[in-house]
């Protein structure tokens, strides 16, 4: 009988369990970060245990081959593994700071299956029952009974079968933590020119790259603000300067670029650059400039007076919907003293 | 090291000043008073933004004393005198049109009379222009408008703002007058709102024509609606007039870009953010 099973293992009959696996990832975005989930799935057709190890890898670089574990450019976020029985799933999520640490996140479930097998090994004696009872127990199911006369006997069988890898990948969408400005020279002219230019740059982890988005600004719903209108009131024969269009441009990342053909002013190559910010007095409302500071030198009405403003900055998805990342955002705008014009736009400075 | 503190310190300023000093530059609604050196010119602003009609404003040489504010300097010897603080208390009106407009300037010169002001219209848009005024001994004369002077100005390829320098430079000459240009966009530029990103030169000039059919036909070659604003600057030591050339603003104090140019290929129009 023992031979007898044993052939039928190897026939198939009781052969290892047919399993199903599979693995996936998901991500909810949020502003800041993104919750990620990922799962492995395992399906049986018998009892068995299982072995799960689920692992989440960010990868930072999108130009790197995504392998798993051998990738240089992948760093382990977090496991999960434990054992699991039957058809059952074994699942992980967490909360990844999006604009930091991610860019690809991909799971990779490992299953190893260890099933056992019980099998029942007895010597039995079969009887004949016309009646269908038979007084020694049994059965009553049919006429045939048996009586063990030892056992049953349990023999286990255990197969441990690595599953392999399943993987699955999920694209994270980074967006900047802030701004960057590096102050990059006057408007070419002699003086009086007032308008300083400032490389715009994107605040985020250096791994990242955001060539081919688009960034734009946006002053609303701050109202910007020119002190020196309000000081001169309808003394000033100058108009009130209107507030700037929200300049607007493509991350350009690593080629020259010009900010436009009227100013002629050309820069870089810049890391996740998207342009030249122009804050200031242009050439055509120059002579409001001098007209205050000479004002000043005559001690009327204040020392000094600037127009500021505040600008929100937003990147589209990849692809997906514009978001802000920049709150409350950063503030531009420029002082007048009756010596100095001095220009500012998120934490850098420039002095004429 | 003080000095970068000092500057920080006025640059913390701007975050919290702006708010609370906002309100004074913003203009009433009609049938509100407006307290102001150009009460008409703010009121005109207003009307403008809210029907998106031209409407410039020429502000008359003021050398009677009775319509200046004399202010004494905190030092140096130099008196700054600016335009007579005004109220007016607008009429309303339920469209903007010449005869609206005529019965606005009357209310105003009934309200202040001398300078006085009417309005005359072209096909770029309405003008309010200066009737009459007081000389320094206090006759009423006329206001002799300074862009009802003929000017020449050699034709040319300049930049628009060359061109709009050049504009002003033929009115100084042919008044005696000296006429400062302006434009207070500070983005985009002068030449990009009149040239939406083509041509950056234009070829310009006129013969012996009325300095204001001269401007009109100046604009009206912009991508960008310009409206103006001729106001003079009447200190003894520092007269002179600035013409302010700028866009059409909307109630969020927007400006109204490019909406001359009905194919602007060249032009970046910025992605309106979400709301």
Not at chain 1, 64 to 93: F, I, R
């Amino acid at each position: 009988m023992k031979r007898l099973l044993i052939l039928s293992v190897l026939l198939g009959i009781t052969s290892a369990p047919a399993v199903a696996q599979y693995a996936y990832t998901s991500t909810s975005l949020t502003q800041g970060s993104t919750n990620i989930y990922a799962s492995t799935h395992v399906e049986v057709d018998y009892y068995t245990a299982y072995y799960y190890y689920v692992a989440m890898w960010s990868e930072l670089d999108p130009n790197c081959s995504v392998n798993g574990y051998s990738s240089d450019c992948s760093t382990l976020q977090a496991v999960a593994s434990g054992w699991s029985y039957g058809s059952s799933s074994a699942s992980w999520s967490a909360s990844v700071p999006i604009s930091a640490t991610s860019y690809v996140v991909f799971a990779v479930p490992e299953v190893v299956e260890y099933h056992e097998v019980w099998l029942e090994e007895c010597y039995c004696y079969i009887y004949y029952d016309p009646y269908g009872y038979s007084l020694y127990g049994g059965e009553w199911a049919t006429p045939y009974f048996y009586v063990c006369a030892y056992g049953p006997v349990v023999y286990t069988y255990t197969n441990v079968i690595p599953l392999g890898l399943a993987y699955s990948q999920t694209t994270v969408c980074p967006f900047p933590t802030g701004e960057s400005s590096t102050w990059f020279g006057w408007e070419p002219g002699d003086s009086p020119y007032y308008m300083a230019f400032f490389v715009a740059g994107l605040q985020a982890n250096p791994n990242l790259s955001f060539d081919d988005r688009y960034v734009y600004e946006d002053l609303n719903p701050y109202n910007p603000f020119d002190s020196c209108k309000a000081a001169w009131g309808s003394n000033s024969p100058f108009d009130p300067w209107n507030p700037p269009a929200g300049m607007s441009g493509a991350v350009v990342g690593s080629i020259y670029y010009g900010y436009g053909p009227y100013y002629g002013v050309y820069y870089g190559p810049y890391h996740n650059g998207y342009g030249m910010d122009a804050i200031g007095w242009p050439n055509s409302y120059s002579a409001s400039v001098t007209w205050y500071q000479n004002q000043m030198r005559n001690g009327y009405p204040v020392p000094s007076c600037y127009w500021a403003a505040y600008q929100h900055m937003y990147m589209n998805g990849c692809p997906g919907s514009p978001q802000q990342y920049y709150e409350p955002g950063h503030s531009i705008g420029g002082f007048i003293t009756s010596s100095t014009v001095y220009m500012f736009r998120a934490g850098a400075y420039a002095t004429r | 090291m003080k000095k970068m503190i000092a500057w920080k310190a006025l640059v913390g300023m701007t975050c919290v000043i702006p708010m609370i000093l906002w309100a004074a530059q913003t203009s009433p609604p009609a049938g509100e008073s407006i307290v102001s050196g150009r009460p008409l010119s703010d009121f005109a602003d207003e009307l403008e933004t809210r029907y998106r009609t031209i409407i410039t404003y020429e502000e008359p040489l003021l050398v009677n004393s009775s319509d200046l504010d004399v202010t004494l300097p905190a030092f140096g010897s130099k008196i700054f005198m600016g335009p007579k603080m005004r109220t007016f208390i607008p009429p309303a009106i339920e469209k903007v049109d010449l005869p609206n407009l005529e019965r606005i300037i009357n209310v105003y010169n009934g309200q202040h009379g001398f300078p006085s002001f009417r309005v005359i219209s072209s096909g770029y848009g309405l003008h309010i222009i200066p009737d009459k005024v007081r000389d320094a001994q206090g006759r009423v004369i006329s206001a002799n408008p300074l862009l009802d002077t003929l000017i020449i100005v050699p034709t040319a390829k300049r930049t628009p703002w060359e061109t709009f320098e050049a504009f002003c430079q033929a009115v100084s000459d042919a008044t005696g007058i000296t006429v400062v240009p302006s434009c207070p966009s500070l983005r985009p530029s002068y030449d990009e709102l009149f040239t939406a990103g083509g041509n950056p030169e234009i070829t310009w000039g006129v013969e012996s024509v009325n300095a204001r059919r001269a401007l009109i036909d100046l604009l009206s070659r912009s991508a960008t609606t310009l409206s103006w604003h001729l106001n003079y600057a009447p200190s003894p030591d520092d007269q002179f007039y600035v013409l302010n050339a700028s866009p059409i603003l909307l109630p969020s104090r927007e400006q109204v870009l490019y909406d001359r140019c009905g194919d602007c290929p060249n032009v970046k129009r910025p992605i309106p953010p979400p709301r």
